[in-house]
């Protein structure tokens, strides 16, 4: 499995990115997927989940009305769009396909990570 997570980059405090992961070496169509993100000195925390049809989506708390997961699967992609960006949403965000059977918002369903790509907003 290769995830290659791409469009981070640095932002002024109300700003947007979009991010993009391109998966290879499993078929997208049966298969459920996640963003989290990670913070220098902080775990790894959930941020958004897409079921493998999209008819199911979740987000944390703190992003919900500013992120927007979605998916195209003959494309082998997943996005986030992200708006109204705030200087705590500073980290790296990777994305991953659920692979073990636990909550999707635990870490424990996700064991194969990509590079992770940069979003630094500045305040």
């Known amino acids: 499995v290769q995830l290659q997570a791409s469009g981070g980059g640095l932002v002024e405090v109300g700003g947007s990115l979009r991010l993009s992961c391109v998966v290879s070496g499993i078929p997208m169509y049966n298969t459920d997927m996640a963003w989290f993100r990670q913070a220098p000195g902080q775990e790894r925390e959930f941020v958004a989940y897409?079921?493998?049809?999209?008819?199911?989506?979740a987000y944390l708390d703190s992003v919900k009305g500013r992120f927007t997961i979605s998916r195209d699967n003959a494309k082998n992609t997943v996005n986030l769009r992200m708006n109204s960006l705030k200087p705590e949403d500073t980290a790296v965000y990777y994305c991953?396909?659920?692979?073990?059977?636990?909550?999707?918002?635990?870490?424990?369903?996700?064991?194969?990570w990509g590079q992770g790509t940069q979003v630094t907003v500045s305040s």
């Open positions: 897409i079921n493998w049809n999209g008819g199911r989506i």
């Open positions: 991953g396909p659920r692979d073990r059977n636990h909550d999707y918002i635990d870490r424990r369903a996700y064991t194969t």
